[in-house]
């Protein structure tokens, strides 16, 4: 595997259930991000990491909880959602020095889609 | 709040015209710039980033910075139906994690 994978790439959840969406980055970068990107809107930050430790949480509701065991791996952990949720969501990663981030190189997203 | 913006578009151009796509971004404190390009239904894909301010050239395309006047630009050109999709701009803050995206700009180049 190469780059930034991202699984499921499609998921369709009533709103009571709970499932959890998967992202594996090859690339040794240190930060690793989740965005959320509905239709004719922004790409909107929801969380960073930086080796681990969670840096940016932008305001995100508690039914999305996130998850990064190591600076490879990081998970949105989903429960209770609503319609309003159903969107594309985007993983991503790059290398952050201390000075300020570097290029971040996306997955292929998870289409989501709350019924 | 800081804040990118971009002409949502369409932006139409015929093949082989150079597309011209622009952004202005609020904060001064910005550091690093760059261009993603994302096709319908598809995840965004980096085309440049520029650190400074000029230009910089990489095959048919080319970044411009202009700190002073908060704007940054992409040329495309020789523009082929291939490019035509979303052009997103971005923008990092000295020190911080947070990347902040444009709306984008919708390119569509006729055949």
């Known amino acids: 595997e190469t780059g930034v994978t991202q699984t499921p790439r499609h998921l369709v959840m009533g709103m009571t259930n709970k499932k959890s969406l998967k992202c594996e980055q090859h690339?040794?970068?240190?930060?690793m991000y989740w965005y959320k990107q509905s239709a004719k809107k922004p790409l909107e930050l929801m969380f960073v990491?930086?080796?681990?430790?969670?840096?940016e949480n932008n305001s995100v509701p508690s039914r999305f909880s996130p998850e990064c065991p190591n600076s490879s791996h990081l998970f949105l952990h989903l429960h209770t959602l609503q319609p309003e949720d159903s969107a594309l969501y985007l993983c991503?990663?790059?290398?952050?020095?201390?000075?300020?981030?570097?290029?971040?190189?996306f997955g292929p997203g998870t289409r989501l889609t709350v019924t | 709040q800081k804040e990118v913006e971009q002409n949502s578009g369409p932006l139409s151009v015929p093949e082989g015209a150079i597309a011209s796509l622009n952004c202005t971004y609020s904060?001064?404190?910005?550091?690093?710039f760059f261009w993603y390009r994302q096709y319908s239904g598809k995840s965004p894909e980096l085309i440049m980033f520029?650190?400074?301010?000029g230009d910089k050239e990489d095959g048919r395309f080319t970044a411009q910075l202009n700190k002073a006047s908060q704007y940054v630009s992409l040329l495309i050109r020789d523009s082929q139906p291939s490019d035509s999709a979303t052009y997103l701009c971005?923008?990092?803050?000295?020190?911080?994690?947070?990347?902040?995206f444009g709306a984008g700009t919708r390119l569509f180049v006729k055949a």
């Open positions: 991503a990663s790059s290398s952050h020095d201390g000075t300020g981030a570097y290029e971040q190189y």
């Open positions: 690339l040794g970068h240190n930060a």
């Open positions: 990491y930086n080796f681990k430790e969670q840096t």
């Open positions: 904060d001064r404190g910005s550091q690093s």
């Open positions: 520029i650190y400074s301010n």
């Open positions: 971005a923008v990092t803050y000295t020190g911080g994690f947070k990347t902040i």
